[in-house]
T-cell receptor, first 110, second 116 residues
């Protein structure tokens, strides 16, 4: 079945850039998503990218997609302590349920 | 953006009782909603797809008699955990697509169930 992999932990200093990486196996994925989960809270959609795009930028967030390698990354510029959370990569085909990675726990050191 | 609301956000119940969790789409109609379960320090696992006006589609390994799903209207899906046991303690999250066929899924806040 489909699989989404991401590293479990990332630690960065406040003000630096964070890059969270994700790989997926389903070549028919249409949409690739990044969700943020703060402690005790539900999921918040950060951004998503269509599979025919290479890059999407939204304020401090930059998503890069390498469809050939099935690699997705999320870059957070000027990382702040409020960015500390778990970030989930997910893939889907539109009106189908998503397949999630296990999440990357981002710790921001002041 | 679209809002999906879950209720209750936290519930504690005794073993053997049943618990109902509601998932509402507040400003849009959702013919399909998804129910996920999240174990501590693990990713979300899809439990079932809830279809308005028809039976839910359950993922392999999910007991449909244990986790009853009812999608009676275009804005409400309910998940009932019947005869709950401590191993059912988990974080349950629903999601719905808005607008339809956009691929943009919005998630509820989640409901944390603790079974004593």
């Amino acid at each position: 079945g489909e699989d989404v992999e991401q590293s479990l932990f990332l630690s960065v200093r406040e003000g630096d850039s964070s890059v969270i990486n994700c790989t997926y196996t389903d070549s028919s994925s249409t949409y690739l998503y990044w969700y943020k989960q703060e402690p005790g809270a539900g999921l918040q959609l950060l951004t998503y990218i269509f599979s025919n795009m290479d890059m999407k930028q939204d304020q401090r967030l930059t998503v890069l997609l390498n469809k050939k390698d099935k690699h997705l990354s999320l870059r957070i510029a000027d990382t702040q302590t409020g960015d500390s959370a778990i970030y989930f990569c997910a893939e889907g085909q539109g009106n189908t349920p998503l397949v999630f990675g296990k999440g990357t726990r981002l710790s921001v050191i002041a | 953006g679209a809002v999906v609301s879950q209720h209750p956000s936290r519930v504690i119940c005794k073993s053997g009782t049943s618990v109902k969790i509601e998932c509402r789409s507040l400003d849009f109609q959702a013919t399909t909603m998804f129910w996920y379960r999240q174990f501590p320090k693990q990713s979300l696992m899809l439990m079932a797809t809830s279809n308005e006006g028809s039976k839910a589609t359950y993922e392999q390994g999910v007991e449909k008699d244990k986790f009853l799903i009812n999608h009676a209207s275009l804005t409400l899906s309910t998940l009932t955990v019947t005869s709950a046991h401590p191993e059912d303690s988990s974080f349950y999250i629903c999601s719905a697509e808005a607008p339809p066929d956009t691929g943009e899924l919005f998630f509820g806040e989640g409901s944390r169930l603790t079974v004593l």
